[in-house]
C-alpha cells in the first residue's frame, strides 16, 4: 500500500526564532483529503561528554514547556547551514567549557514525527580537556555538573532524566562502556 500523503496546499501560520509552524492539506491514501499541523525545525546536536573515568557531563536547566529543571546532556539548535558536528562543538565549549579530542556520530533521529520535523544528531565526544568558561546564551541558566555513568543510569531508571536525547545517550553509554 502507498502510504504517502500529498500536500494539496500549505500555509506558514507562525515564523518564530526557532520553529515555524505551517498547516498542510494533504491528500490520503485512500483519497480523502485531512490537516497536518506541521512544526518546522533547524534540526539539533546533542553530545554525551564521556571522559576516561566514564562520568558524564550534564547540564540542568528549566525547560519552560513542561515546566520544570530537567537534567540533559548538552545541547543545541543548529544555526543556517551549519554542519552538525561543528555546532556539537561549539555547544559543549558553550555549556561546560569542555573541548574533546575524539567525536564519532552515534545516531540521529526525528524527535517527535507525527508533528515536527526536527532530526537531532547525537555525538559521543571523549579526551575532554578544559577549554574557555561557559559562553551561554543571554536567556540561558544552567548548571553544569558531572557524575559516574551508573548514576546517570539510575537517574535514567528512576524517572529523574527524562528527555528523549539523555535517555538515548546514557543507555547507548552503558550498553558500550558498563556492558548492560
Known amino acids: 500500500?502507498?502510504?504517502?500523503?500529498?500536500?494539496?496546499?500549505?500555509?506558514?501560520i507562525f515564523d518564530g526564532?526557532?520553529?515555524?509552524?505551517?498547516?498542510?492539506?494533504?491528500?490520503?491514501?485512500?483519497?480523502?483529503?485531512?490537516?497536518?499541523?506541521?512544526?518546522?525545525?533547524?534540526g539539533a546536536v546533542a553530545i554525551l561528554a564521556l571522559d576516561e573515568e566514564h562520568n558524564i557531563w550534564m547540564v540542568?536547566?528549566?525547560?519552560?514547556?513542561?515546566?520544570?529543571?530537567?537534567?540533559?546532556i548538552p545541547a543545541g539548535t543548529l544555526e543556517d547551514n551549519e554542519d552538525p558536528l561543528e555546532c556539537a562543538r561549539r555547544e559543549l565549549a558553550e555549556e561546560t567549557g569542555l573541548i574533546a579530542a575524539e567525536w564519532k556520530e552515534i545516531i540521529?533521529?526525528?524527535?517527535?514525527?507525527?508533528?515536527?520535523?526536527?532530526?537531532?544528531?547525537?555525538?559521543?565526544a571523549t579526551q575532554l580537556s578544559r577549554g574557555n568558561d561557559l559562553s551561554l546564551d543571554q536567556d540561558e541558566f544552567i548548571e553544569v555538573s558531572k557524575m559516574p555513568?551508573?548514576?546517570?543510569?539510575?537517574?535514567?531508571?528512576?524517572?529523574?532524566?527524562?528527555?528523549g536525547k539523555s535517555l538515548i545517550a546514557v543507555q547507548y553509554a552503558v550498553l558500550n562502556y558498563l556492558g548492560k
Open 149 to 163: 555513568l551508573e548514576t546517570a543510569y539510575q537517574h535514567v531508571l528512576n524517572g529523574n532524566i527524562v528527555d
Open 17 to 42: 526564532r526557532i520553529v515555524r509552524l505551517r498547516v498542510d492539506d494533504v491528500s490520503l491514501p485512500d483519497g480523502g483529503q485531512s490537516k497536518r499541523e506541521i512544526v518546522e525545525h533547524p
Open 60 to 72: 540542568s536547566q528549566y525547560r519552560k514547556a513542561v515546566e520544570q529543571v530537567l537534567m540533559e
Open 1 to 12: 500500500m502507498d502510504f504517502e500523503e500529498k500536500t494539496i496546499s500549505s500555509t506558514t
Open 108 to 124: 540521529s533521529y526525528y524527535c517527535a514525527p507525527g508533528f515536527c520535523d526536527e532530526k537531532t544528531v547525537i555525538y559521543i
